[in-house]
């Protein structure tokens, strides 16, 4: 039998259509059946029970102590710059405190915290001026700097920049449970900066610079997908006590939202977090990829424990002049983009 070329074209596109339509289904699928829970803790000040409440968080999300016990912990905080009077610019050291308390009563063998400062190269100045040094003395907590430590180069598991591998920390690769502890921002190029952004400071600055420039080179929202994708964090916690609305991340006004927030996934928890800073996350463009591929950032996906958005909910301030910021306000309840 021969085949004409009109019918051998018509059979092909049948065949291409009948495929994508099985692959959106498939998707779509996939996007209703991954379910997250995000626990929202209120919070008005950082002299509170922030352990307790994060227990009462671990206990909300389904944290078992098997899957800490006799485990080394991993605190990546958010400490991007000196911020002395400053408290809306990195993750507060009381919140890091309460964290490595918790984990610790769940039976962790070590807690250490971990970063690579992404304005400064000196670390110890950022720790001077930021509160921690006192906070890490005090409770006897090891800080490993990332931005010069050995890198070991490993396959970059997301692949949505050009970039083929990523340069991990030894201290990293070696921790069996890693906690972004982010903190609550708008983010003047990547609209907001959550759990998922902060970990652009696992990344060694002595390999890829300060701010990390090969990643804002590649692409910072393809980058957020694949440091998230190939580090593959356990835990977020979100610093929303004091964040920080306008020009983040260093330069905008404080913000108090009064919330900690606490999940196992992260779009999931990021999601959430800009749903209590008022922005659409829909329209956060590294969130929007991240749905269905990462965790759900549907809002039906995602199950709210602790307090409901709507009693927490507090606008963070936009900027115009900010492209990223643009058509990132959430109206109202039920108008998301997506």
């Given at each position: 039998?021969?085949?004409?070329?009109?019918?051998?074209?018509?059979?092909?596109?049948?065949?291409?259509?009948?495929?994508?339509?099985?692959?959106?289904?498939?998707?779509?699928?996939?996007?209703?059946?991954?379910?997250?829970?995000?626990?929202?803790?209120?919070?008005?000040?950082?002299?509170?029970?922030?352990?307790?409440?994060?227990?009462?968080?671990?206990?909300?999300?389904?944290?078992?102590?098997?899957?800490?016990?006799?485990?080394?912990?991993?605190?990546?905080?958010?400490?991007?710059?000196?911020?002395?009077?400053?408290?809306?610019?990195?993750?507060?050291?009381?919140?890091?405190?309460?964290?490595?308390?918790?984990?610790?009563?769940?039976?962790?063998?070590?807690?250490?915290?971990?970063?690579?400062?992404?304005?400064?190269?000196?670390?110890?100045?950022?720790?001077?001026?930021?509160?921690?040094?006192?906070?890490?003395?005090?409770?006897?907590?090891?800080?490993?700097?990332?931005n010069y430590e050995d890198g070991v180069p490993v396959q970059n598991a997301g692949g949505w920049s050009r970039l083929k591998h990523l340069t991990l920390p030894v201290s990293v690769l070696a921790a069996d449970v890693i906690v972004s502890?982010?903190?609550?921002?708008?983010?003047?190029?990547?609209?907001?900066?959550?759990?998922?952004?902060?970990?652009?400071?696992?990344?060694?600055?002595?390999?890829?610079?300060?701010?990390?420039?090969?990643?804002?080179?590649?692409?910072?929202?393809?980058?957020?997908?694949?440091?998230?994708?190939?580090?593959?964090?356990?835990?977020?916690?979100?610093?929303?006590?004091?964040?920080?609305?306008?020009?983040?991340?260093?330069?905008?006004?404080?913000?108090?939202?009064?919330?900690?927030?606490?999940?196992?996934?992260?779009?999931?928890?990021?999601?959430?977090?800009?749903?209590?800073?008022?922005?659409?996350?829909?329209?956060?463009?590294y969130l929007a990829r991240a749905d269905g591929y990462l965790g759900p950032v549907s809002e039906t996906a995602i199950l709210q424990v602790g307090e409901p958005i709507s009693a927490v909910a507090t606008p963070f301030a936009l900027l115009?002049?900010?492209?990223?910021?643009?058509?990132?306000?959430?109206?109202?309840?039920?108008?998301?983009?997506?």
């Amino acid at each position: 039998m021969t085949l004409s070329r009109r019918a051998f074209v018509l059979g092909t596109l049948g065949g291409a259509a009948l495929a994508w339509s099985g692959y959106s289904l498939w998707q779509r699928q996939r996007r209703q059946a991954w379910t997250e829970r995000v626990f929202i803790g209120r919070a008005s000040g950082y002299d509170l029970d922030l352990t307790g409440l994060l227990m009462a968080g671990f206990k909300e999300v389904g944290l078992r102590v098997e899957e800490v016990q006799g485990r080394r912990v991993l605190l990546k905080p958010n400490l991007v710059e000196t911020a002395v009077g400053k408290p809306q610019i990195n993750t507060h050291p009381a919140v890091i405190r309460a964290a490595a308390e918790a984990f610790r009563r769940l039976g962790a063998q070590e807690v250490v915290v971990a970063e690579g400062p992404g304005h400064l190269r000196d670390t110890h100045l950022v720790l001077e001026q930021s509160g921690y040094a006192e906070m890490l003395r005090t409770e006897r907590l090891a800080f490993m700097d990332l931005n010069y430590e050995d890198g070991v180069p490993v396959q970059n598991a997301g692949g949505w920049s050009r970039l083929k591998h990523l340069t991990l920390p030894v201290s990293v690769l070696a921790a069996d449970v890693i906690v972004s502890v982010a903190k609550l921002k708008t983010h003047h190029w990547a609209g907001v900066t959550l759990s998922m952004k902060n970990l652009f400071g696992v990344l060694p600055g002595s390999y890829y610079g300060w701010p990390k420039n090969v990643l804002h080179w590649a692409g910072i929202p393809q980058c957020i997908l694949d440091v998230t994708a190939t580090v593959r964090p356990h835990f977020a916690i979100v610093d929303g006590i004091v964040g920080m609305e306008g020009d983040g991340p260093i330069m905008g006004p404080p913000k108090a939202a009064g919330v900690l927030v606490v999940g196992r996934n992260l779009p999931a928890v990021d999601a959430t977090c800009a749903r209590v800073m008022g922005l659409d996350p829909w329209r956060v463009s590294y969130l929007a990829r991240a749905d269905g591929y990462l965790g759900p950032v549907s809002e039906t996906a995602i199950l709210q424990v602790g307090e409901p958005i709507s009693a927490v909910a507090t606008p963070f301030a936009l900027l115009d002049t900010i492209p990223a910021h643009r058509g990132l306000r959430l109206r109202r309840p039920g108008t998301e983009k997506s």
